[in-house]
């Protein structure tokens, strides 16, 4: 037996056929440049397709697939906040896999610091793990919950969604589309602070400022960091006493074993 898992990202997504002991004999990544609302769905869907063709008479049969949502899968409904995905604020991502489900194919779609967390537990660094929790910075900030052994998941499955934490005052108009946690010390945050102190003149930096502003990454910001660039190091340790604070937090709410940190930032 094998499963197809789609890890969806804000700008691209993996697919891949595991194994049962976890082993990954298929993987595949596609950007999602340019995609928005349901073609980010029908692009998925042709992959997964692809998959099942490619398997189909083969020993190794696929009979489940595993969706992984960069946001807040409400299981209730059906239906998908994606913030960093266009035209995902309430998308019908379960709808839209009843394809497979009538091909007797089982589809399970779960928020993705839920997966991650599981992962984790199946064969990463909670395995051992009654209370642990995934904390994941990227483009959006979020955090798997394990606790007593069972994953937390709220009322509609927003537990976790820890980029919302107000760690900061006042509050900011900044704050109100994704949250103050995630607006500073995700990837996206960290790449906005840098352009604010850029723009207002970034005397101080001395690899930054020579750099296209509009075409700056956040590994141009971690390897400016390395050399000592003074807005840089500004922005990165501002997030680390942020991520400090957010674990400390964490830590007080749900007294876990261990916090893990994953992410594209790690």
């Not at 190091?233 to 957010?246: C, L, P, Q, S």
């Amino acid at each position: 037996m094998a499963v197809i898992a789609v890890d969806l990202m804000s700008t691209s997504f993996t697919c891949a056929v595991i194994g049962k002991s976890g082993k990954i004999l298929v993987q595949e990544k596609l950007s999602l440049e340019g995609l928005e609302g349901q073609a980010v769905s029908l692009l998925i869907r042709k992959k997964i397709k692809d998959l099942l063709t490619e398997f189909a008479g083969k020993p190794l049969q696929i009979k489940s697939v595993g969706i992984s949502i960069p946001g807040i899968y409400n299981s209730k409904i059906g239906r998908a906040w994606a913030p960093n995905i266009p035209g995902w604020s309430n998308y019908p991502i379960k709808q839209d896999m009843a394809y497979f489900m009538e091909q007797n194919i089982m589809v399970k779609i779960a928020s993705k610091r839920t997966c991650d967390i599981l992962g984790e537990k199946w064969l990463g660094a909670a395995k051992k793990s009654r209370n642990a929790i995934f904390l994941s910075i990227g483009s959006g900030i979020g955090a798997g919950v394990l606790i007593d052994g069972k994953i937390v998941h709220g009322l509609n499955d927003g537990a976790g969604a820890v980029g919302w934490m107000a760690l900061d005052k006042p509050c900011r108009e900044e704050y109100k589309e994704k949250g103050c946690f995630e607006y500073i010390a995700s990837a996206k945050g960290i790449l906005n602070s840098v352009k604010e102190l850029l723009l207002k003149g970034g005397t101080n930096s001395i690899i930054l400022r020579k750099k296209d502003i509009h075409q700056l990454k956040i590994e141009d910001v971690f390897n400016a960091y390395k050399l000592n660039d003074q807005v840089a190091v500004k922005v990165i340790d501002e997030a680390i006493i942020y991520w400090g604070m957010a674990s400390a937090n964490l830590v007080s709410l749900f007294n876990p074993e261990l916090i893990i940190f994953g992410g594209t930032l790690f």
